[in-house]
């Protein structure tokens, strides 16, 4: 058992992470937050954000974040580099350990680890990330105005984020391993519809071609092997969302079919005294903007939780 109880621990340091942490430091709790590799999670290799409020004229991914970072340090945030290895829910109190066999015990939780696009692991893909490679159509879209790109994908999202980039692109082609997209029919009929959007069917990217920016896609025939060669100016990739949930004790958490934590309204999970935010939710939109407004939701309701189960509750 530790020496200590905290009142809250945050699991994540992307813009879920730091607005909890924001909130729960105003409000002088004794809290932490923990993070396995560098703080703002997807934001940071982002490389230009121009959908979050309040910048007109847009920000860099990694000076977005550390204006949430150094906001939420002023008011006594502490950060600290560390990978959790496990939770145990089943006391009164949740334990977090880590990996340097240590565990933390805290009155409420908020877990905000986030999520991470599923990646094609072709040569060019990590090189280029940020320069034509996207993972996001909301969040790069504007960026290509009267540009071709490529769509890789051929599931709902992929079909749905394919018709929204024909808003800006010249032309959309989707590229998919089969002869036929996996999309609900009523997507399929919208984009066959749309004569901004063409299909490059069973071909596979092997190779995204480029120096400093995209500039196309190297492309495998099924089954043949054939390669050949098509231009583009970026390249988004659908394939799959997973979430960052290897921590989580199995069966512990409500969860929908992909792992993603089930909350309810005050994002509290199916565990009282646990909460989630941001990417790591079970949801159909993930921003900056929705994180940090379920983040702010998620510490009002563990603030309020972890004074409850405090001995002696502090002072607001």
Known sequence: ?????????????????????????????????????????????????????????????????????????????????????????????????????????????????????????????????????????????????????VVVGGGDTAVQEAHFLTRFARRVTVVHRRDSLRAAKVLQERAVANDKIAFCWNSRVIRILG???????????????????????????????????EFLPSGALAVDPWGFLITDAEMQTSVPGVFAAGDIRSKNVRQISTAVGEAAVAALAAEGHALARSVSPKTP
Do not use: H
């Open 211 to 245: 120096s400093t920016e995209v500039e196309g896609v190297e492309l495998e025939a099924i089954p043949s092997g054939q390669r050949s060669i098509l231009p583009a100016d970026g390249v988004f990739v659908f394939i799959g969302i997973r979430p960052n949930n």
């Open 1 to 149: 058992m530790t020496e200590r109880v905290l009142d809250l621990v945050i699991i994540g340091g992307g813009p879920a992470g730091l607005t909890a942490g924001l909130y729960g430091a105003r409000a002088r709790l004794e809290l932490v937050l923990l993070e396995k590799v560098g703080v703002g999670g997807q934001v940071l290799v982002t490389e230009w954000v121009d959908n979050y409020p309040g910048f007109p004229d847009g920000i860099a991914g990694p000076d977005l974040v550390e204006r949430m970072r150094a906001q939420a340090e002023r008011f006594g945030l502490a950060i600290r580099q560390a990978e959790v290895e496990g939770l145990d829910l089943t006391g009164p109190q949740p334990q977090i350990r880590l990996a340097e066999a240590e565990t933390l015990a805290c009155r409420s939780l908020i877990i905000a680890s986030g999520a991470r696009p599923t990646a094609l692991g072709v040569p060019g893909e990590a090189e280029l990330r940020g320069r034509g490679v996207s993972y996001c159509a909301t969040c790069d879209g504007p960026f290509f105005r009267d540009r071709e790109i």
